[in-house]
């Protein structure tokens, strides 16, 4: 990775809840209310927009863990502010602490761990699938 990626550095995505972030199974919506899957997500996208500008040119990063508390709903069209704090920092892997807010509450926290591979590495490991097939 490159220099200047420190514990405490922070990241923020803004998103509006809408009806395809609903929480459903198939067709069928159970809530009409932002999902713990949309949550998941955005916490993920979060955290990897935080790492990319620190990547070299030959590293990747995919996601490793998620852990997560969906604490409040979130209606259609509310506003959820999503940020991402550094909390670890090792060769192979960042972590960051996420807080989900809407416009009144904290819907959610969590931590999400990324691991930092060599580019190329999951396309490999398809491939490897896909071929196996």
């Not at 959610?108 to 071929?131: C, F, H, R």
Request: no cysteine; hydrophobic share 45%; net charge negative.
């Amino acid at each position: 990775m490159k220099e200047g990626l420190n514990v405490g550095y922070q990241s923020i995505l803004e998103i509006e809840v809408t009806e395809d972030m609903f929480a459903q199974f198939g067709d069928e919506v159970v809530h009409p209310a932002y999902s713990t899957a949309s949550m998941v997500y955005h916490m993920e996208w979060v955290s990897r927009d935080l790492l990319l500008p620190f990547l070299k040119e030959q590293e990747e990063s995919v996601g490793a863990a998620v852990k997560l508390k969906h604490i409040a709903p979130s209606a259609l069209g509310t506003k959820v502010k999503l940020e991402a704090v550094v909390t670890s920092i090792t060769e192979k892997q960042v972590v960051t602490k996420v807080i989900a807010r809407n416009e009144s509450v904290i819907i959610g926290e969590g931590e999400v761990k990324q691991s930092i591979l060599p580019k190329n590495t999951m396309k490999s490991k398809l491939d490897i699938q896909i071929a196996a097939k």
